[in-house]
């Protein structure tokens, strides 16, 4: 479900960037990256993440794991988000 309003400025959001990478992390350390997308607010710039991908890239063991994150940080699609 795609965000509508900014609660603050009562503009609606607008998506920024699909496939926007979070690194889930635990105590820490990495565990998961998982792919959604970013609305922004065009007044505030308030940022909303959501429509995320139904089971995640990558796990900490998978071998491709350090490169979907590097790539994303290069592209400017990252957040790490800590639990």
């Given at each position: 479900?795609r965000?509508?309003?900014?609660?603050?400025?009562?503009?609606?959001?607008?998506?920024?960037?699909?496939?926007?990478?979070?690194e889930?992390?635990?105590?820490?350390?990495?565990?998961?990256v998982w792919?959604?997308?970013?609305?922004?607010?065009?007044?505030?710039?308030?940022?909303i993440?959501?429509?995320?991908?139904?089971?995640?890239?990558?796990?900490?063991?998978?071998?491709h794991?350090?490169?979907?994150?590097?790539?994303?940080?290069?592209?400017?699609?990252?957040?790490?988000?800590a639990?």
């Open positions: 479900m965000p509508t309003l900014c609660g603050h400025c009562r503009v609606e959001f607008r998506c920024v960037r699909n496939e926007h990478i979070v889930v992390t635990c105590d820490g350390e990495p565990y998961q792919a959604c997308d970013q609305y922004e607010c065009p007044s505030c710039h308030a940022s993440l959501t429509g995320w991908s139904r089971q995640p890239l990558a796990d900490r063991g998978d071998p794991y350090q490169a979907v994150v590097e790539n994303a940080k290069n592209r400017g699609a990252y957040t790490e988000h639990q």
